[in-house]
T-cell receptor, first 111, second 118 residues
Framework: QKEVEQNSGPLSVPEGAIASLNCTYS??????FFWYRQYSGKSPELIMS????GDKEDGRFTAQLNKASQYVSLLIRDSQPSDSATYLCAPLAGGYQKVTFGTGTKLQVIP | GAVVSQHPSRVICKSGTSVKIECRSL??????MFWYRQFPKQSLMLMATSNEGSKATYEQGVEKDKFLINHASLTLSTLTVTSAHPEDSSFYIC??????????????FGPGTRLTVL
């Protein structure tokens, strides 16, 4: 089983819709969870971090964490064409441990 | 603003030469930094963990004698690609964990260095 699993996509949503990105992870001791956005040819940009079960909202972004199910998601409301990118989920067992990424989910927001 | 910088952002070199890439944490100290490589349309692949004051830890399949890592200070790690060949052409990215209040930390990535070996 892969450490981090995401649907590689592409996930296509119309402009203004909600984009839902999902991630499952295998390491039960993971405590910190990060969502990164990577535009083509650029390095990953941290957009959300979540540490406890439940929801965390920041602007148009909402991260949801369920440690019992080993599942973390990212919702993007009012999707914009500028949100088109690859989104990477990254669980960490400890703060200074290496981040191992899955393939990420490619999101396409159609104008 | 940026919290992790890399230099250079782009480098073109001849086959057989060595290239040094610097990664700096800008407003925090990082005893650990990470080096990644990404080929076009592929995932980020972790190459090694850079440790201040000790040897780097390399991932399986990464040649430590080819990719030299030196964590010179609490804010600087360097990756040297020795005797570069065209197959080493890639996007090299570093990251560093930034401590937060409350004991958590967040990992930030540098802007990356695009290496082209002719």
């Amino acid at each position: 089983q892969k450490e981090v699993e995401q649907n590689s996509g592409p996930l296509s949503v119309p402009e203004g819709a909600i984009a839902s990105l999902n991630c499952t992870y295998s390491d039960r001791v993971s405590q910190s969870f990060f969502w990164y956005r990577q535009y083509s040819g650029k390095s990953p940009e941290l957009i959300m971090s979540i540490y406890s079960n439940g929801d965390k909202e920041d602007g148009r972004f909402t991260a949801q964490l369920n440690k019992a199910s080993q599942y973390v998601s990212l919702l993007i409301r009012d999707s914009q064409p500028s949100d088109s990118a690859t989104y990477l989920c990254a669980p960490l067992a400890g703060g200074y441990q290496k981040v191992t990424f899955g393939t990420g989910t490619k999101l396409q927001v159609i104008p | 603003g940026a919290v992790v910088s890399q230099h250079p952002s782009r480098v073109i070199c001849k086959s057989g030469t060595s290239v040094k890439i610097e990664c700096r944490s800008l407003d925090f100290q990082a005893t650990t930094m990470f080096w990644y490589r990404q080929f076009p349309k592929q995932s980020l692949m972790l190459m090694a963990t850079s440790n201040e004051g000790s040897k780097a830890t390399y991932e399986q399949g990464v040649e430590k004698d080819k990719f030299l890592i030196n964590h010179a200070s609490l804010t600087l790690s360097t990756l040297t690609v020795t005797s570069a060949h065209p197959e080493d052409s890639s996007f090299y990215i570093c990251s560093a964990p930034k401590p937060l209040a409350g004991g958590n930390n967040e990992q930030f990535f540098g802007p990356g260095t695009r290496l082209t070996v002719l």
